[in-house]
């Protein structure tokens, strides 16, 4: 209980096993303390927080994730989700200098529609940034015209293999990015919990990447960290491969500690360890040819 989250926070982790230059764009109420929320984030070092709105009306959003043996999750709102979409933090509330960040994990709007709005502006106030999106359960009832829009609109697009199912009514992965290439995904990263990722590019590249965390003691926010790890990757133009193999790492470290982990002096060597062993077991797939 009372463990800090969201998927900016847990997104800004993912980045941090990587980076030293990050910000977060959140809201919260006047009823959580600052030590809740400050302490934990200015621990992560090189994490700027002048984003973070406070609203003095609202009540910060809570949520209990219940977890069964099989790996069902169920999330349990304790506050009003509209509240939270309606106290989210506007473009215009954002500081200049973060429009000139060389990339932004987006989970945002109530449909679509809102999304997009969005999207047009921060790639109109930075055309060369890199954007991506990570779906929520709000954006799983757009039509594939939607999809199109909003995917024109993005370098990398990162569903988890439930909503990727959802929206395409298909399970094989490769069918699924066959489906999402054409409506104008550039990069796709399907997440898959325990089973790794699957990555795809447009020219017909894929790749099963394997989960490198070895002892998990909380998959909460696991797939944002991921997003947070290959956002950071495709921004500083690696090959998507060698992104992809990064988000992975930044996931194992969020799944080995409840809430915002603590990371030592020693963060980067861990983290180039844990790459050059997930190196040896990825495996190279091609969507176009299976498909």
Known sequence: MGVLGGAGTHALVGMRVWSRSLGLVASVGRDVPETVYRQPLEALGYVDLRAIVRRENYQTARAWQLFEKDGTRTEVMRTDPA?????????EEMPDDYRNAKGFHVLWGR?????????AKLRKGNPSTCLLWEPSPDHERGTPDQYIDILKQVDVFSPDIQQATFITGLED???ISSVFVQWGARTLAIRRGDQGSYVATRDGQAWHVP??????????????????G????????????????????????TLEQFGVPTFGDDLFEEATTRLSGSRQKIVEDNWKKRT
């Open 111 to 119: 449909d679509l529609d809102e999304l997009g709005s969005l999207l």
């Open 173 to 175: 992965v490769a069918e």
């Open 230 to 253: 290959l956002l950071w990757g495709v921004a500083e133009a690696l090959d998507v491969r060698d992104a992809a193999l990064r988000a992975a790492v930044s996931a194992s470290f």
């Open 211 to 228: 989960a490198v965390a070895e002892k998990i003691v909380d998959v909460t926010g696991a797939g944002n960290a991921y997003c947070g």
């Open 83 to 91: 509240e939270f979409l309606d106290n989210t933090p506007r473009h």
